[in-house]
């Protein structure tokens, strides 16, 4: 089955305790995404990645970096996390620029 | 900057009833819109697109028309069901050839009443 994976599904951290959320898709797309997701505000992409070993920054790239590694997968790295941080996590994947977007399930952060 | 604005919600309807979602866009060149589902739990599904002016994307009794003179998408349904009750996002993606990913909306709740 076509998916992308996310984990863990929900997470509760502290100040500053560094953290890294997987994502991980099997349909050999070479385009993924991080988005964030707060009321009022949609999704915002954080970064984005056109292949392995090529990475640019989003919309709100502060806080968080990502590396592309292998094609399938592409983690999510908060180096120091704080409160407002504290939001829902996408990752997507889509074959080309002009692919249709698979999500995955999200990832819920809270950060104490 | 590529935007998306989408009617405020909560939009709460009776079952059988007629939706209108609105979307409007402000971005260069001619991007391709999309409205996507997110129900309870669940990630980001894509519900229809349309790629160029005057494109009408249809799913699952859905339709939205990409209007370039008026740059609006709006999502519509003939009637209802309580099973579209979800949070609908508008979407655009820049164009062709850009690496950039989605634009989105800030969504719309939706509750289908029985």
């Known amino acids: 089955e076509a998916q992308v994976t996310q984990n863990p599904r929900y997470l509760i951290t502290v100040t500053g305790k560094k953290l890294t959320v997987t994502c991980s898709q099997n349909?050999?797309?070479?385009?993924m995404s991080w988005y964030r997701q707060d009321p009022g505000l949609g999704l915002r992409q954080i970064y984005y990645?056109?292949?392995?070993?090529?990475?640019d920054k989003g919309d709100v790239p502060e806080g968080y970096k990502v590396s592309r590694k292998e094609k399938r997968n592409f983690p999510l790295i908060l180096e120091s996390p704080s409160p407002n941080q504290t939001s829902l996590y996408f990752c997507?994947?889509?074959?080309?620029?002009?692919?249709?977007?698979?999500f995955g399930p999200g990832t819920r952060l809270t950060v104490t | 900057g590529d935007s998306v604005t989408q009617m405020e919600g909560p939009v709460t309807l009776s079952e059988e009833a007629f939706l209108t979602i609105n979307c409007t866009y402000t971005?260069?060149?001619?991007?391709?819109l999309f409205w996507y589902v997110q129900y309870p739990g669940e990630g980001l599904q894509l519900l229809l697109k349309?790629?160029?002016?005057?494109d009408k994307g249809s799913n699952k009794g859905f339709e939205a028309t990409y209007r370039k003179e008026t740059t609006s998408f709006h999502l519509e349904k003939g009637s209802v069901q309580v099973s579209d009750s979800a949070v609908y996002f508008c979407?655009?993606?820049?164009?062709?050839?850009?690496?950039?990913?989605?634009?989105f909306g800030s969504g719309t709740q939706l509750t289908v009443l029985p």
């Open positions: 997507a994947s889509r074959l080309g620029s002009e692919g249709e977007q698979y």
């Open positions: 349909m050999n797309h070479e385009y």
């Open positions: 990645s056109m292949n392995v070993e090529v990475t």
């Open positions: 971005a260069t060149g001619y991007p391709s």
């Open positions: 349309a790629t160029k002016a005057d």
């Open positions: 979407a655009l993606s820049p164009r062709r050839g850009s690496a950039r990913q989605l634009t």
